[in-house]
């Protein structure tokens, strides 16, 4: 079985724990109403420990192991089934968690935009308007989407709030819905070559990537490749270390392409399935920084033509619109095939992933939610709006 065919396996068993999980829920949702009379309220407290639990590798991975093994059995078992739902649901509900400031944003602003509204008028949709700029959706996607909706409500389509709310799950969905699959190759290694200012959570991201990529049987080198600092190069060690993968390096100050080279040739003879390279976020200029990206890119194709396969920009969704400078900067020096847009956890401006996938049709290709190696996920554009918009159809305000 290929790399690809791995990787699509699991997004698709993520989605059928997902599935599970919902119809858990609600059996054991329902039991629980039944003996008790009550609903809701444990998920949360509960998912705060699991995200607290995982830092060290070892455990991280065999708790995953146990809840893969698990999943075949579970209708037997329902103490087991129980446990086995709480742990599945740890990755949607730190999603959820973590991305609970720009849900919070929208939605919370929603629901005081649309108080005591029966219906659509100019002022609400000002008001929204308005609301989009500042999660940071960006003007020109707002401009779109509000336009839409209003051309909408004057030919009488969308008649009240809740209709007009709909509507708009449906665009941000069309919006955020490209293609965002790993580019397929049968090369291997498969290179993945990860960049972005410094800061922006490359050396996290890289970590958490080695351990999901593990986590699906596949073997990973890790290349040293921001060799700016000798800092970040005993960091790529240590997490490393913690995923439980080798560590290409040479000394700081030495040629960044030459350690990409080294990774990629090393990985061929051991037969390793991804050698992901980390890379600068700063050099004295930003001209040198795009050089050295490019010279990266240029080396590896002397051994391997169609390497780097992808080359994901890692994007601060805290830095708002600044993301979207960085990805327009990037995107059209180094030719960029994808965003892996973390913090969302720490953020009211996670609207920004909205506006990097519509102005620059770059697809959003993993998220990081939070510090752990757990918390990062093949971005899927249903799930996220789902996600945004849980609150508000929690609340209910038709
Ligand atoms: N809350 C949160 N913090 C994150 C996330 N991803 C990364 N971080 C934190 O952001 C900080 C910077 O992350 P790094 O991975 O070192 O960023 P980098 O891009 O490698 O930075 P340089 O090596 O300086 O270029 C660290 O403190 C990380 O723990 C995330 O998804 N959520
Ligand atoms: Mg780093």
Redesign the pocket.
């Known amino acids: 079985m290929g790399f690809f065919d791995v990787f699509k396996r699991k997004k698709r068993e993520e989605k059928d724990k997902e599935n599970i999980r919902e119809d858990d829920e609600e059996v054991i949702e329902e039991k629980e109403q039944e003996e008790t009379g009550e609903s809701e309220g444990v998920s949360d407290s509960e998912s705060d420990s699991d995200s607290e639990s995982v830092s060290e590798s070892g455990s991280g991975s065999e708790k995953e192991g146990q809840i893969k093994e698990s999943a075949g059995d579970e209708k037997d078992d329902k103490s087991g089934r129980k446990e086995d739902k709480e742990k599945k649901s740890g990755v949607f509900g730190r999603l959820k968690k973590?991305i609970s400031k720009t849900s919070g944003r929208i939605i919370g602003g929603m629901e005081t935009i649309f108080l005591g509204k029966k219906e659509i008028d100019e002022e609400l949709l000002d008001e929204l308007e308005e609301l989009f700029v500042t999660s940071d959706i960006g003007v020109s996607t707002t401009m779109k989407i509000i336009d839409d909706l209003r051309n909408d409500v004057s030919r009488k389509i969308l008649k009240n709030p809740q209709q007009l709310k709909n509507a708009l799950k449906q665009k941000l969905t069309e919006i955020l819905d490209i293609d965002n699959e790993l580019v397929k190759t049968d090369d291997k290694p498969y290179v993945i070559l990860v960049t972005?200012?410094?800061?922006?959570?490359?050396?996290?991201?890289?970590?958490?990537l080695a351990k999901m990529f593990k986590e699906n049987g596949m073997s990973v080198m890790l290349a040293a490749g921001?060799t700016f600092?000798a800092?970040?190069i005993e960091?790529l060690e240590i997490?490393g270390e913690r995923a439980g993968v080798p560590v290409v390096k040479q000394k700081a100050g030495s040629d960044s392409a030459a350690v990409v080279y080294d990774a990629v040739l090393s990985a061929k003879s051991k037969k390793i399935d991804v050698v992901i390279a980390?890379t600068?976020?700063?050099l004295h200029t930003k001209d040198n920084l795009m050089n050295e990206l490019k010279k990266i890119s240029r080396v590896v194709k002397k051994e391997m033509p169609d390497a780097p396969h992808e080359v994901l920009l890692?994007l601060?969704?805290t830095s708002g619109q600044n993301a979207v400078a960085q990805a327009k900067t990037f995107g059209t020096e180094i030719g960029v095939t994808g965003v892996i847009l973390?913090?969302?956890?720490?953020t009211a401006k996670g609207g920004v992933i909205v506006g990097i996938v519509d102005e620059m049709q770059l697809p959003v290709k993993f998220?990081?939610?939070?510090?752990s190696m757990d918390?990062?996920k093949p971005f899927d554009a249903g799930e996220f709006v789902e996600a945004l918009f849980e609150s508000a159809d929690e609340t209910d305000y038709s």
């Open positions: 973590g972005g200012v410094n800061g922006a959570g490359k050396t996290t991201s890289i970590a958490k921001d600092r800092a970040a960091q997490w980390d600068a976020g700063r890692v601060d969704a973390t913090k969302l956890d720490g998220i990081g939610f939070g510090e918390d990062l």
